[in-house]
């Protein structure tokens, strides 16, 4: 009964362990995406005012 309690415990843990990197990586990724999503936005922003000034 104890070496089962420890081995579900190590199993557990694993999972744990991979749930925490699959959601860090996820948060990274839309971390990521909004930083790109950011940085088109103002380069569009800069495409906008220099053809303003351009004109």
Known sequence: ???TTIHL???LQ???Q???IRNTLF???NSIHAFVVTVNTL???EEH???IVMT
Do not use: E, G
Request: hydrophobic letters at 50%; a positive charge; zero cysteines.
């Open 43 to 45: 380069i569009k922003k």
């Open 14 to 16: 694993k999972f744990f």
């Open 27 to 29: 948060t990274f990724k």
């Open 9 to 11: 415990h190590q199993i």
């Open 1 to 3: 009964m104890y070496l």
């Open 49 to 51: 005012l220099s053809w």
């Open 18 to 20: 991979i749930d925490y």
